[in-house]
Structure formats: structure tokens, C-alpha cells
């Protein structure tokens, strides 16, 4: 089927680059290029031309081609969302209400909440509820405007329940909806089974999960939770070394709720990303700025947490590229909402509109290994991108923190 589709009368057109720019550093975050009164051609779901307005070229072969007025509307690439643990069971809503009377996450975890309280009712769920689940979420995630996903497992913590996760989100990925990248978070937390044995746990993750996983391809990444009582940097990283020997690419959860080592460990071992940097210092942003490793940041779980926050703004300015993602999870981050990560950037961490919006774009596509299919418009490129509602311009995306501006969301050139 070929599906043609000409957008014209576009407002703004942004993010438009080269193919061949896959992430955009420091200073050069400030830019975001685009096309005023533009138009947007797509040819079999993919981007196959674009300009102003002034210099259309116009309809030369009206066969099967929709053409969409976006007068008055902005067109951006879709979101990103380069961490996010969606395929979970149930919610956690009566953590947050222990939180607001006084709780502390590291009480709730120690009290066998958190993820241990996730794992339990994981482990209840079959396979079909849990993709029902996490497909309701990635859903309303579309809908929010974004277009490509980093799914995770971490909440099985064992052989089955694993494996479990890992097929709910190859079953997602199947679906051909939107690209997907899966990461093996079996070293999220220690089971209540491995409680005074924490070398068999690792052992277990190492001899019989990944060989398992990396047979049948289940997933592309291996993610340590490095941080106090989870895992220690040693652990973190013997375990993303057995995952490299298997043809995984490691990924952190690293200086979450202390200053712990994860930064460096995920440089040594090449991590495309590490991911949350509350406890970030000067020295681990001297060492992320001689490695490829793409430094990014949830502002979802540093606000609904109450957490210091990310030193983003000081890694922008030390010529670092700095990503953006959900986090989406029931105890952490409760939200896959892109436009809210960026309001909660430009106000908490002084990043302006243009490095959120990179942040959040090609920069989040980089740290999955997407940025040359997605994450601009840029020719050949997926036609993974939204259509605003009338507004001033792109920064008001930012500014009307919760409002839902989006009017339209296509993927691979097809109206969700
Ligand atoms: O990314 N930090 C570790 N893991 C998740 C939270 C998991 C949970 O609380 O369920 C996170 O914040
Ligand atoms: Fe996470």
C-alpha cells in the first residue's frame, strides 16, 4: 500500500535536520532549526520531502495522496522516550499517599514495597493482562507524541517472570506500531527469595537468565539499578560485562538517591546511556564528555519524588548532549507524558524550549540507537510526527504545562 500524504500551510515545521545528525551537544542545543510555512511530503511511511511554502513545487500526481491543511498548526518529529518500565501490573497509588503522610521511597522499599511490592503482582498477571496493560499505556503515550519507546523488564526478578516481560514487550515490538528497544533490567532489585544471598541472584542473572534472552533475542540493552541497598558498581558491572559478551549494550539507572559510582561504570563499559544523574558531580561530567555515552535525564521521577535535581543545565553548558525521557513507572514516574518532561525542564532546570525539544527528540532517539530512523525531520527518514493544535509557537508547549495540544499523531506516515 503506498500511503501518500502532503501537509501543507504548516506554521512552523521543526526540527528539521540533515539525516546524518544524530545528536546535537552542548551549545548547539540552543538551535532548532525550522521551516516557517512549510510542507511536509511522506511517501510509504517514510519523510520524502519537505519545504516553505513559497517554494512548492506543487501536486504533480494527485493518485492516492491525502493532503492535510495545518494552517495555523506546528509540526514537530514525535518524542522519543528512551527509559521507560510500561509493562508493569497494577498501580502504586497507595505508596504515593504513604509518601505524602511522611514515608520516605527508600522506607517503602525497605518495607518490601517499590519494586518488590510491582514484583509480587508481576508474577500474579498473565502475559495477556500485562500486554493489555502496557498497551493502554503506550496508547495514551502516543497520543501525548510520542513515537518510539525504550520498554524494560525489572520487575519479574526471576527465570519466568523475566522472560514474561521480555515477551510482552517483543510482543509490542511485533506490532510494528512504532520502533522499540527492550532492556533487561533483571538487576533491578534483590527478590525476597535471594534476600541473604545476593551472589546467587547474580549468578542466576548471569548464567541462566541471559543466556536464555540472548538466544532467543529478547532484548537489545542490559540495565543495572545501580545505587545503595540495589546493586554495587562491582555487581553493576560484572553484570553489563556478561551482557556485552552476549551482544547486549549496557544502560544505568546511576546516581539516582546518592552519589554511587554508576556514571563511571556505565563510561568504562561503553553504555550508550546513563540515566537519572540527581547525584551527578563535576568529575562524572569530566568523564561522560570523553565517551559517546548520552547522559540522560527523568524529571518525572526527580519531581514526583522530590529528588535534587539533575545538574542538566551545568552539563549543556560543559558541552555535553543531554537527553530527556519518561521514566514511565508506577513507583518513580507515574507518567509517560513528553510535554510535561519538557514544562518541568524549562521551569525547574532552566533548559530553554530548544534544548528541551532536542532533548526530547533526537537526543532521546540517540540514546536507543534510533536517532538515524527517527527523531527529526530529515529526509528518508520514519514519518513518525505530530500535528499541534493552532498555537503561537513551539515554546508554547512548554509554557501550557498539562494542556493537551496535540491534534494529531502519525507513525510511519499513518494517523493513530
Ligand atoms: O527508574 N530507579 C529505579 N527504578 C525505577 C523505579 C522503579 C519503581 O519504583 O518501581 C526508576 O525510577
Ligand atoms: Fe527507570
Known sequence: MSNKLLIKNIKSLVQVREPEVLKVSGQDMKTLPCIENAWLAIDNGLIADFGSMSDFPGILDWKDLEVIDADGKIVLPC??????????????????????NGLTYEEIFARGGGILNSAK???????????????????????????????????????????????????????????????????????????????????????????????????????????????????????????????????????QMSHFGGIKVGVECNAISVDHLEYCNDEDIALLKQSETMPTVLPGAAFFLSLPL?????????????????????????SGN????????????????????????LNSAYAMHLSHEVG????????????TKPISSYAFIPYAFGSQLIESVYLSGIKQ
Not at 551482557?243 to 549494550?249: H, R, S
Not at 527529526?376 to 500535528?387: D, M
Open 310 to 334: 539533575p545538574p542538566a543545565r551545568k552539563m549543556i553548558d560543559a558541552g555535553l548532549a543531554v537527553a530527556f525521557a519518561s521514566d514511565y513507572n508506577p513507583g518513580s514516574s507515574p
Open 121 to 255: 503482582r508481576l508474577h500474579e498477571a498473565t502475559e495477556d493482562e500485562l500486554f493489555e496493560q502496557a498497551m493502554l499505556r503506550l496508547r495514551e503515550m502516543i497520543s501525548q507524541g510520542t513515537g518510539s519507546v525504550e520498554i524494560k523488564s525489572g520487575y519479574g526478578l526471576s527465570v519466568d517472570s523475566e522472560l514474561k516481560m521480555l515477551r510482552v514487550i517483543k510482543r509490542i515490538k511485533d506490532l510494528n506500531i512504532l520502533p522499540v528497544k527492550a532492556s533487561f533490567l533483571g538487576a533491578h532489585a534483590l527478590p525476597h527469595n535471594y534476600k541473604n544471598d545476593k551472589q546467587g541472584y547474580i549468578q542466576l542473572i548471569i548464567n541462566e537468565m541471559l543466556p536464555i534472552i540472548a538466544k532467543e533475542k529478547l532484548a537489545d540493552y542490559i540495565d543495572v539499578f545501580c545505587e545503595q541497598n540495589y546493586f554495587t558498581p562491582e555487581e553493576t558491572k560484572l553484570i553489563l560485562e556478561a551482557g556485552k559478551k552476549l551482544g547486549l549494550i549496557p544502560k544505568v539507572h546511576a546516581e
Open 79 to 100: 518524542y522519543a522516550d528512551s527509559h521507560t518500565h510500561i509493562v508493569y501490573a497494577g498501580n502504586r497509588e497507595g505508596e504515593f499517599v504513604d509518601r505524602i
Open 338 to 361: 513528553m510535554n510535561f518532561m519538557m514544562s518541568l525542564g524549562c521551569v525547574q532546570y532552566k533548559l530553554t524550549p530548544e534544548e528541551v525539544i532536542n532533548a526530547c527528540t
Open 376 to 387: 527529526s525531520i530529515a529526509l528518508g527518514k520514519k514519518a513518525n510526527f505530530f500535528i
